[in-house]
């Protein structure tokens, strides 16, 4: 694999990875994948799909993810499992350095995805899986009958309490203002559900505990006010599940790409500044990140890689 020169080389094995491998596959492309850890990218954390065209009814990020991965397989994209760890793209045959190996192409897409913004208080990564999660798909069930606590007010935020609220004795939505960002219909679902309370104004200025959450301080964005919220003594903890948004993941490309605030900048063809270099999915600069638009500039970008590949 190391001594060839692959037509494309795809970074990131989600939506927008997979949709890439599919169609440059099936154009005959000779293309790998590479992807650090697992396929799928956020979509894996996502407990139910069900604003993909077409997605069968209650199925999950995971079950779709493989049906995606599956296929580029089928049209014959190779995939690899290792972390890239530098990358030079100055010449004609682009240059991908992993941990375990480097390798070649002519063409690359770049489709690496966002991961969730943290906090960024004192106390939160120590306490990351000791009772602060960004994935209630994952660790909602560690929460059973306890109280849990859900940071932002976007529709990820809204969408994973009204989900939470099927472990927690209650679910409390803290914002930082006193109106929710997340869309009308979305909304409706948790003002709905008697177990949802809210806390408007109002952010996470620091989480405390020894080995596990015990407490946290909240500050009134309005008063400066500080109030501490102390887990129920029987409890013992409680749950705080972050979803303010994402960060582009970036930094491999910075220096290398045109970017602005992170996001890699493309043209409507997924082109960045850099010939033969393209961007797909959460990490470019797009109106909406959603699975169908990350698919959907994956297969934009396989084509024009492929009619880039034709004129070489
Ligand atoms: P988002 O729309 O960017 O919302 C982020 C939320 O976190 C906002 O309420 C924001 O507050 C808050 N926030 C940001 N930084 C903060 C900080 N430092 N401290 C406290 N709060 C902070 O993110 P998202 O909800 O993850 O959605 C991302 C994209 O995916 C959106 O385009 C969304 O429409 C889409 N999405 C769609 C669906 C669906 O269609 N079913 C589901 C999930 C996500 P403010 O409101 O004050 O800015």
């Given at each position: 694999?190391?001594?060839?020169?692959?037509?494309?080389?795809?970074?990131?094995?989600?939506?927008?990875?997979?949709?890439?491998?599919?169609?440059?596959?099936?154009?005959?492309?000779?293309?790998?994948?590479?992807?650090?850890?697992?396929?799928?990218?956020?979509?894996?954390?996502?407990?139910?799909?069900?604003?993909?065209?077409?997605?069968?009814?209650?199925?999950?990020?995971?079950?779709?993810?493989?049906?995606?991965?599956?296929?580029?397989?089928?049209?014959?994209?190779?995939?690899?499992?290792?972390?890239?760890?530098?990358?030079?793209?100055?010449?004609?045959?682009?240059?991908?350095?992993?941990?375990?190996?480097?390798?070649?192409?002519?063409?690359?897409?770049?489709?690496?995805?966002?991961?969730?913004?943290?906090?960024?208080?004192?106390?939160?990564?120590?306490?990351?899986?000791?009772?602060?999660?960004?994935?209630?798909?994952?660790?909602?069930?560690?929460?059973?009958?306890?109280?849990?606590?859900?940071?932002?007010?976007?529709?990820?935020?809204?969408?994973?309490?009204?989900?939470?609220?099927?472990?927690?004795?209650?679910?409390?939505?803290?914002?930082?203002?006193?109106?929710?960002?997340?869309?009308?219909?979305?909304?409706?679902?948790?003002?709905?559900?008697?177990?949802?309370?809210?806390?408007?104004?109002?952010?996470?200025?620091?989480?405390?505990?020894?080995?596990?959450?015990?407490?946290?301080?909240?500050k009134n964005?309005?008063?400066?006010?500080?109030?501490?919220?102390?887990?129920?003594?029987e409890d013992?903890?409680?749950?705080?599940?972050?979803?303010?948004?994402?960060?582009?993941?970036?930094?491999?490309?910075?220096?290398?790409?045109?970017?602005?605030?992170?996001?890699?900048?493309?043209?409507?063809?997924?082109?960045?500044?850099?010939?033969?270099?393209?961007?797909?999915?959460?990490?470019?600069?797009?109106?909406?990140?959603?699975?169908?638009?990350?698919?959907?500039?994956?297969?934009?970008?396989?084509?024009?890689?492929?009619?880039?590949l034709e004129?070489?």
């Amino acid at each position: 694999m190391q001594d060839k020169v692959f037509d494309l080389i795809i970074i990131g094995a989600g939506p927008a990875g997979l949709a890439a491998g599919s169609y440059a596959g099936r154009a005959r492309l000779d293309t790998l994948i590479i992807e650090k850890e697992k396929d799928g990218g956020q979509i894996v954390i996502t407990a139910e799909i069900d604003n993909y065209p077409g997605s069968v009814e209650n199925e999950s990020g995971p079950s779709l993810i493989a049906r995606m991965a599956k296929q580029a397989e089928g049209f014959g994209a190779q995939k690899l499992y290792d972390t890239v760890t530098d990358v030079d793209l100055s010449g004609d045959i682009k240059i991908i350095t992993c941990k375990k190996g480097v390798y070649k192409c002519r063409a690359l897409i770049i489709a690496t995805g966002a991961h969730p913004r943290p906090i960024g208080c004192p106390g939160e990564k120590e306490l990351i899986g000791k009772g602060v999660s960004y994935c209630a798909t994952c660790d909602g069930a560690f929460f059973e009958d306890m109280e849990i606590f859900v940071v932002g007010g976007g529709d990820t935020a809204v969408e994973e309490a009204v989900y939470l609220t099927r472990f927690g004795r209650s679910v409390t939505i803290i914002h930082r203002r006193d109106k929710l960002r997340a869309v009308q219909g979305i909304q409706d679902r948790a003002f709905k559900n008697d177990k949802i309370k809210y806390m408007w104004d109002s952010v996470v200025d620091e989480l405390k505990g020894d080995g596990i959450l015990e407490s946290m301080v909240i500050k009134n964005t309005k008063t400066g006010e500080k109030t501490e919220i102390f887990a129920d003594p029987e409890d013992g903890t409680f749950g705080i599940f972050v979803f303010i948004g994402f960060l582009p993941e970036s930094a491999l490309f910075e220096g290398k790409v045109a970017m602005q605030n992170g996001y890699i900048v493309t043209n409507e063809k997924m082109e960045t500044n850099v010939k033969g270099v393209y961007a797909a999915g959460d990490v470019r600069i797009t109106p909406l990140r959603q699975v169908v638009t990350a698919a959907s500039d994956g297969a934009i970008a396989a084509m024009q890689v492929y009619h880039y590949l034709e004129n070489l």
